[in-house]
Structure formats: structure tokens, C-alpha cells
């Protein structure tokens, strides 16, 4: 089996800790399926954050994918607990074995490469004392959870994955550097979700209304 290098806590700096990870997620890859218990043992007791934004990212697209989502959201909600607690995380076995195959994760990883090249020109270091806060981190928790919750229901609308996404990626690399002005834009996405979806469950209503008149 392919040897892993763990990046150390405090690696992350523009892209860094990313970097090595993502190198020890395709070696792993080399060796056939990954599994998301392994995938968080190669991210490191460190790595929520950055395991969310591997497990997120197939969900950028408009297009929903309700079966996966539902076990997917479910694991980004546990992440959110263990991400407040600063805390590894712990997966029930049966989420822990679900494999992703080999071709998907080396996709994956090309494009989180492409996408961690264009963030890491924005993101450092802000306001790191808030981090530190646990109220601040409680607040960033129930953000992200509620969202993961929204983001495992079997919708077949199109979006309603990549609202979701869009704020627990915002979130997470936030969290991972330290950076208060991502967490600010996962507020705001956050906003925006709650009218994305509110005006969902208005339709029936709006639709009945008018079709009763």
C-alpha cells in the first residue's frame, strides 16, 4: 500500500496542508476504493474541514443527486458535531465503509486542485482570536449542520444540493484557515438559502392559491 505522509496540524497555509493531502488521498487511490473512514484517516484528526470540502465538492452542479446525498449529508452533519468540539470524528461502521472508487476520488482531486489554486489567491488568516471563541464556534456549528441536514434531504429539485454545498464549503475553509471573511460569505449564503428554500415551500401554496381563484 502506498505510504502516507500526515500533514502536521498548522501546515495549512495557502494551500499546503491541501496540497499534501490531496497527494496522499490519489496515492491511497492507486490502491483501489476509498472509503470515507479512510479518506478522514488520511485527512488526520486535523482534517474535518478539508474532508467535508472532498465530500461536498460532486455537489457543486446544479443537478441533485438525492440517493447519495442522503448518507452524504448525514456524515457533513457528524463532521459539523466533531468541527465545534475540535474533536476527531467518529462515523457509524456502516458510513465509515462506503467507498468511493478510484476513478471518482483522482476526478475529485483534480478538480479540488483546480478549485484550491483559485481560492488560496484570497484566503489567509483573519481574526483568528474569534476562533477561538467557543460561542463563535457553536454558531458556525448549527450553521453548518442545519445546512448538511437540508443538504441529505431527497430532493429532486435542482439546486437544492448546490445551496447547501455552496455554504459548508464556504464554511469549512473558513474553519481550516482561519479566515473570518469565508465564514462571513457562509452567513450570507446562509441567508440566501433560507429564501432559496423558503420560496420552495411558499410555491404549493402560491400555486394553489392561484389555481383556486
Known amino acids: 500500500m502506498s505510504e502516507i505522509v500526515h500533514p502536521q496540524p498548522g501546515d495549512f497555509v495557502h494551500g499546503h496542508r ?13 490502491d483501489g476504493p476509498v472509503s470515507v473512514g479512510e479518506l478522514f484517516a488520511i485527512c488526520g484528526p486535523q482534517g474535518h474541514a478539508f474532508a467535508a470540502i472532498f ?4 455537489f457543486l452542479q446544479p443537478l441533485p443527486l438525492p440517493g447519495l446525498s442522503n448518507a452524504i449529508g448525514i456524515v457533513l452533519a457528524i463532521i459539523g458535531v466533531f468541527v465545534a468540539l475540535r474533536k476527531p470524528p467518529w462515523l457509524p461502521a456502516r458510513l465509515a465503509g462506503m467507498t468511493v ?3 471518482a476520488v483522482r476526478r475529485i482531486c483534480a478538480r479540488l486542485e483546480k478549485l484550491l489554486s483559485r481560492i488560496e489567491k484570497f484566503v489567509q ?3 483568528q482570536w474569534l476562533f477561538e471563541r467557543r460561542w463563535f464556534r457553536v454558531t458556525n456549528a448549527v450553521v ?3 445546512h448538511a441536514l437540508v443538504f441529505s434531504l431527497p430532493l429532486p429539485i435542482p439546486l437544492t444540493n448546490f445551496f447547501p454545498a455552496t455554504v459548508i464549503l464556504l464554511m469549512a475553509v473558513g474553519i481550516l484557515e482561519e479566515d473570518l471573511r469565508f465564514v462571513l460569505l457562509a452567513y450570507a449564503g ?11 415551500a411558499a410555491l404549493p401554496a402560491v400555486g394553489w392559491r392561484a389555481f383556486s381563484s
Do not use: Q
Open 190 to 200: 446562509a441567508v440566501a438559502n433560507v429564501i432559496f428554500f423558503g420560496a420552495l
Open 125 to 127: 488568516p483573519r481574526a
Open 55 to 58: 465530500l461536498v465538492l460532486p
Open 101 to 103: 472508487e478510484p476513478d
Open 144 to 146: 453548518w449542520i442545519v
Open 18 to 30: 491541501f496540497s499534501e493531502t490531496l497527494r496522499n488521498i490519489e496515492r491511497r487511490a492507486e
